[in-house]
């Protein structure tokens, strides 16, 4: 057990409470958000007052500690959305540049076409071979 100096009486202990020693044992299990504090000291009131402090800033801790890291995914994802936005919108730009540019229309009726012009050219071969 550790010994340390409580803290002087606040608001939440009892205003009779002086300085005095308190033997202290603390466990944190890992993995886990499981705290436990023992303390020994003279007075009960007085070991009481400083473990309540005591948890009630492990718990202040635990919750700042949660803030923070959510207001650092908070940050990243919106870093995220805007990178994908920015991608998004080249995206678009870029099929409206190749929309203008090539006739969709006119692309397929190339394709069928050369299909038309490729089956035909077929159809001679094999009826070239057959007189063969």
Do not use: C, W
């Amino acid at each position: 057990m550790a010994s340390s100096p409580a803290p002087s009486a606040g608001p939440s202990a009892p205003a009779r409470l002086d300085r005095q020693r308190i033997q202290h044992q603390s466990l944190h299990f890992p993995r886990t958000s499981i705290f436990q504090l023992q303390g020994v000291a003279d007075d009960p009131d007085y070991v009481q007052a400083f473990v309540q402090a005591v948890m009630e800033e492990y718990v202040n801790l635990k919750k700042e500690m949660r803030e923070q890291t959510s207001d650092t995914t908070l940050a990243s994802l919106t870093d995220e959305v805007g990178r994908l936005e920015l991608e998004l919108r080249k995206g678009e730009q870029n099929l409206v540049h190749f929309q203008s540019s090539n006739s969709v229309v006119f692309l397929q009726e190339q394709g069928n076409s050369a299909g038309s012009r490729l089956a035909a050219l077929n159809s001679q071969v094999r009826n070239a071979e057959v007189g063969i």
